[in-house]
C-alpha cells in the first residue's frame, strides 16, 4: 500500500512538473530582447572611452596596436552574438515558428467565430516585426563580418605609419575604424528597438 501510495505521489509529482518544463522551453521575447540588450550596451560600453583612447595613442605603436585588437574584439563579440548558431538566432527563429503556429490556430478558429480574426491579425503584426529583426540582424552579421576583415586588412597599414613616424595618418585609420563602429553601434540600437516594438505588440489571449 504504501509503495502504491509513493508511486502515485511520485507520477503526480511529475505530471505537475512537465507542464513547467515545458513553459520553460518555450521561446520567450522578453528573454530575446535582454540578450539583444546586453550586445548593444556592450559595444556602446566599448565606444566610450575610444576616441580618448585613439588620441593616446598617438606617440606609441603599441597603444596603437592595441586599440585596433580591442576594436576588433568588440566587433568579433557582435558577429558570435548573431551567428546562425547563437542562442539569439535561436530563440528568434524558435519565436517566429510559434507565432506563425499561433496565427494559424487562430485563422482557423476564426473561420466558426470571426471574433478571432483581429486576434490572427495581432499575431501577423508580431510576424512581421519579428521577421524586420531578423532581417536587421542578418544584415548586421554580415556588417559585423566585413567590418572585423576590413580591421585586419588595414591593420599593418596604421602600424606602418607608427613605424614611419607620421602619427596624423595612423590616427586618420583609427578614427575611420572608429566610424564604422559608430555606424555598427547605431544599427544595434535600431535592432533593440526593433526587438522592443516586437516585445510591446499587444496580443489578446
Known amino acids: ?19 513547467l518544463a515545458r513553459a520553460a522551453e518555450q521561446p520567450d521575447m522578453a ?68 507565432w506563425e503556429q499561433r496565427r494559424q490556430e487562430t485563422l482557423r478558429k476564426s473561420e466558426s467565430n470571426p471574433a478571432f480574426m483581429p486576434i490572427a491579425t495581432a499575431w501577423q503584426s508580431k510576424l512581421d516585426k519579428g521577421r524586420e529583426l531578423r532581417n536587421q540582424i542578418s544584415t548586421e552579421r554580415a556588417n559585423s563580418l566585413a567590418l572585423m576583415r576590413s580591421i585586419e586588412a588595414d591593420r599593418d597599414i596604421v602600424l606602418a605609419y607608427y613605424e614611419l613616424g607620421q602619427a596624423d595618418k595612423a590616427i586618420e585609420g583609427l578614427q575611420k575604424v572608429s566610424a564604422n563602429l559608430a555606424s555598427l553601434n547605431k544599427n544595434m540600437q535600431a535592432i533593440v528597438e526593433t526587438a522592443n516594438d516586437a516585445q510591446q505588440v499587444p496580443i489578446s489571449q
Open 1 to 19: 500500500m504504501k509503495k502504491a501510495t509513493l508511486l502515485l505521489t511520485g507520477l503526480l509529482s511529475l505530471s505537475l512538473l512537465l507542464p
Open 31 to 98: 528573454r530575446l530582447f535582454q540578450k539583444v540588450n546586453a550586445v548593444a550596451e556592450q559595444l556602446q560600453a566599448n565606444l566610450g572611452s575610444l576616441e580618448n583612447n585613439i588620441q593616446a595613442s598617438r606617440d606609441s605603436i603599441e597603444k596603437g596596436g592595441k586599440v585596433l585588437d580591442d576594436m576588433l574584439a568588440s566587433v568579433s563579440r557582435v558577429n558570435e552574438s548573431m551567428a546562425e548558431d547563437s542562442e539569439i538566432w535561436k530563440e528568434l527563429d524558435a519565436l517566429l515558428e510559434l
